[in-house]
């Protein structure tokens, strides 16, 4: 069957893999919009598996070039250009921000704004299209095998590290010698120093109030002191380096592609129409 609208779902783990995933989610789209997208960090690694068109992801060199169907998505930290290349399915899980080091095998630095081919790592999973629960229940099937083949585990230091972080809260003192261990732990588990996964933290609280179809601009800098800003002209150095635009910039374009997905809709209606007119 077709798909017939954008449609997104998220999937609650199960308890044995709570402690590493933080979501499992769908989306479908069957004309999704072809306007270039920013893909802002938010903390977390992902690993995605495209049943419909594989997206375009703009490279530094400004050429887009098509992802895997099948990728590992490490830390971000500046922002990820994509468009959609045609009708899309995807089944994808979000990963605590330290709970996929035991899945990749490898630190998490390896991967840091990096999109990793892992059609080889999921051969033969074959996730039902067009079915969303379907897709969330095959991915944990697969998930749970994988923990317990790998023995996936936690380093609860670098898990209080993170929680502080996203909570805003103080970490304990240590020494230099301590610090500088967790510190390394730290960057082998998540990808990111624990100071700029903090800063992703804070910009997400913005960025997802300033997301908000509600949400004004005067009302940004009150969201930003409430996430832990000191000023305007911090948020703004973070929106720059985790945007790639200002905050202005970047809801002038949410403006535009609202009005270019509407015209493309109003597009379909009409098409739509003409064909019923011909048929009758």
């Not at 080091?101 to 991967?111: M, N, P, V, Y």
């Not at 999973?125 to 998930?143: I, T």
Request: glycine share 6%; charged share 30%; hydrophobic share 40%.
């Amino acid at each position: 069957m077709p798909l017939q609208e954008d449609h997104y779902r998220e999937f609650a783990p199960p308890k044995a893999l709570r402690p590493f995933v933080r979501v499992i989610w769908t989306y479908r789209a069957a004309n999704p919009s072809t306007t270039i997208q920013r893909v802002v960090p938010d903390g977390c690694p992902e690993l995605g598996f495209d049943l419909g068109a594989p997206y375009e992801e703009q490279g530094d060199d400004g050429v887009f070039r098509l992802q895997p169907c099948v990728l590992f998505a490490g830390q971000l930290t500046r922002p990820l250009v994509m468009r959609s290349t045609g009708p899309t399915e995807m089944v994808a899980v979000r990963f605590e921000p330290d709970g996929a080091r035991d899945f990749l095998g490898h630190s998490l630095t390896e991967a840091t704004d990096r999109r990793l081919d892992m059609i080889g790592r999921l051969a033969g999973f074959n996730p039902p299209a067009g079915d969303p629960e379907g897709q969330a229940s095959a991915f944990v099937a697969w998930l749970e095998d994988e923990r317990r083949r790998a023995r996936w585990s936690l380093d609860h230091d670098v898990r209080a590290a993170v929680e502080a972080g996203e909570a805003e809260r103080r970490t304990p003192v240590r020494d230099a010698h301590e610090r500088r261990a967790l510190q390394r732990r730290f960057a082998d588990r998540v990808g990111v120093p624990p100071r700029l996964l903090r800063s992703i933290f804070r910009f997400r609280r913005v960025f997802d109030h300033a997301a908000r179809p509600q949400s004004v601009v005067e009302s940004w800098l009150a969201a930003g002191l409430e996430a832990g800003y000191f000023d305007q002209p911090q948020m703004a150095r973070d929106f720059r380096r985790f945007l790639g635009c200002t905050a202005t910039e970047w809801a002038r374009e949410q403006h535009e592609l609202a009005r270019a997905i509407a015209s493309q809709e109003r597009s379909d209606v009409a098409n739509l129409q003409a064909l019923e007119r011909r048929q009758s």
